[in-house]
């Protein structure tokens, strides 16, 4: 079936000024109709690109009871996203062509969004030998990562990279040293002394960073930072810029939202990897994210188990959801505190992230892919994690007031996501089998 849906009285992303638009088949058109099988009527709401998170633990293979790639994607419309790339950090880990197309597969059937796949580096995330790049990237891979870990040996990190280049796909870091991490759980500091609890120093990342660039200029491939979190991380990451080398970077909500505080008001919900920092650190995320020099947001969600995170924080493993957050912590944290424009902080979640993986543009003209986001700037609402979509519940914004909330996510021409108040006449669009992947 091919009807055609239209959006009228929305607001341009960019320019603020009234736009209606159209779509079928999945695709932009040229003008908007007159008459419409389906009409939308956005009542003055912002619309944009969908949003792209870069940075994702879906889980499957393997970990199904944490997060399913049908309910993280379902997470993620409901936050406006219409693609994600999920991490292959999965039981078993997604190091060779079967588990990417696997990945593929199951998107295809049940996913909410484009479910993007990241290839590890290493087999197992072992950090030894390297994966067969060229063919995972034809298998439809989009990156590489050892995420969750990282790479330790600095030459293996340097033959991972040219090899990388030669494939044509970026390196995503985690980047932490393992002997300086130590046995630690929360930031290094008076703070993690005080609660008794062993502390990650911020080096630990920021050597990592630098080591990484060197690297990047030495080989000529593509790094990808994930979730930098530190002063001196940012530092980094603009020097590789200024020397211009093919380094980009990505930072998440919880480190322009919050302190290492947070640890001793929330518990468990407050323990990611890399860990909540300083007051000076926040401000220099917000800075960072200010001047350019991070190139988009990602969210790091990262599902656990209740019982797991209900664990003495030392046990408690790293990481909290984020995809049902992100747009309104972004909105709040950033864009009603006045450190940038919408339009800037937009950016860092649709144009941002497909240029750091050289994705199809998506742009409000005909021709384009309709992957769209109607988005209410000014709704407030609370975050009550039970009402997530997600499996993962442990989020430190659980019953903070936020602005800004997703109306309608529509993935290739398909409605993947309504809120209850947006009035839409006509027919609802029904799963055609569009192929999301
Ligand atoms: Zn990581």
């Known amino acids: 079936m091919s009807h055609v849906t239209v959006i009228r009285n929305a607001r341009h992303w960019k320019t603020g000024e009234p736009i209606d638009l159209a779509f079928q088949r999945g695709v932009i058109l040229e003008g908007a109709p007159a008459s419409a099988d389906v009409t939308v009527d956005a009542g003055g709401a912002i619309l944009s690109p969908g949003l792209v998170d870069l940075h994702v633990h879906l889980r499957e293979p393997g970990q199904g009871s944490r997060e399913t790639i049908e309910t993280g994607t379902r997470a993620a419309a409901a936050g406006g996203f219409t693609a994600v790339a999920c991490m292959p950090n999965t039981e078993p880990v997604v190091d060779n062509i079967a588990w990417v197309e696997w990945v593929r597969t199951r998107a295809r059937a049940m996913a909410s969004c484009r479910v993007l796949p990241i290839a590890a580096v290493t087999i197992g995330q072992k950090g030894e030998r390297l994966t067969e790049m060229i063919a995972l990237k034809q298998a439809g891979a989009v990156a590489l990562s050892d995420d969750g870990h990282p790479i330790v040996s600095a030459a293996t990190m340097r033959h991972a990279l040219e090899y990388a280049c030669h494939a044509g796909l970026p390196i995503v870091c985690h980047e932490e040293d393992p002997a300086l991490k130590g046995d630690g759980h929360m930031n290094e500091g008076t703070l993690a002394t005080r609660l008794g609890i062993r502390g990650i120093p911020a080096a630990a990342e920021s050597v990592m960073v630098r080591r990484d660039v060197e690297l990047a200029e030495l080989t ?92 003495p924080f030392e046990m408690a493993p790293f990481g909290i959801v984020g995809l049902e957050t992100a747009l309104a912590l972004t909105i709040t944290g950033l864009v009603r505190a006045g450190h940038v424009t919408l339009p800037w902080a937009l950016q860092l979640w649709t144009e941002g992230p497909r240029r750091v993986f050289h994705l199809p543009e998506v742009r409000l003209a005909a021709g384009f892919p309709a992957d769209l986001t109607l988005i209410d700037a000014e709704r407030e609402w609370v975050v009550d994690p039970e009402a997530f979509h997600s499996k993962g519940r442990s989020t430190p914004f659980a019953g903070m007031r936020v602005t800004g909330r997703a109306l309608a996510t529509w993935c290739a021409g398909e409605l993947t996501h309504a809120d209850p108040s947006l009035p839409i006449a006509g027919r609802r669009s029904e799963r055609e089998g569009a192929a999301l992947a």
């Open 220 to 311: 000529g491939g593509r790094v990808h930072l994930a979730h930098l979190s530190c002063s001196a991380s940012f530092e980094g990451l603009r020097e590789a810029k200024r020397r211009g080398l093919a380094v980009t970077g990505e930072t998440c909500p919880h480190y322009w939202m919050l302190t290492e505080d947070a640890v001793a008001e929330r518990g468990t919900a407050a323990k990611m990897n890399p860990p909540l920092r300083t007051e000076r650190d926040r401000a220099a995320t917000i800075a960072a994210i200010q001047d350019g020099t991070i190139d988009c947001l990602a969210t790091d969600h990262a599902p656990h188990g209740e019982d797991d995170k209900r664990q």
